[in-house]
Nanobody
Framework: QVELEQSGGGLVQAGDSLRLSCVAS????????MGWFRQNSGLERTFLAA????????YYADSVKGRFTISIDNAKNMVYLQMDSLKSADTADYFC??????????????????WGQGSRVTVSS
């Protein structure tokens, strides 16, 4: 079992920056990748970024590449999402998760359903 606790989020203006944090506890030895997704009401959770637990490899959705940065401090069991140049379209609930790349589906997924509690990010224009 892995527990994830998020912090950060809030209301910002377009163009601002915000950092989300997520701390993992429990069986962190099973973690190979951590990722960030976001979700709006009634819609599917969409992939934003993932990183290997070693922090050496990172992956981004095209929609956030160049604006969002994922980083990992595995000594502290922390994963971060730095979000710059925020837009109103970035308004959503953001979730960290223990993720893997599903080669068959060609998508990042959270097969064991380990998610943080979510952080609301609202970007006003």
């Amino acid at each position: 079992q892995v527990e994830l606790e998020q912090s950060g989020g809030g209301l910002v203006q377009a163009g601002d920056s915000l950092r989300l944090s997520c701390v993992a506890s429990g069986r962190t030895s099973i973690i190979k990748y951590m990722g960030w997704f976001r979700q709006n009401s009634g819609l599917e959770r969409t992939f934003l970024a993932a990183a290997s637990w070693t922090g050496t490899d990172t992956y981004y959705a095209d929609s956030v590449k160049g604006r969002f940065t994922i980083s990992i401090d595995n000594a502290k069991n922390m994963v971060y999402l730095q979000m710059d140049s925020l837009k109103s379209a970035d308004t959503a609930d953001y979730f960290c998760g223990v993720v893997e790349y599903d080669e068959h589906a060609r998508a990042w997924t959270a097969p064991d359903d380990y998610w943080g509690q979510g952080s609301r990010v609202t970007v006003s224009s």
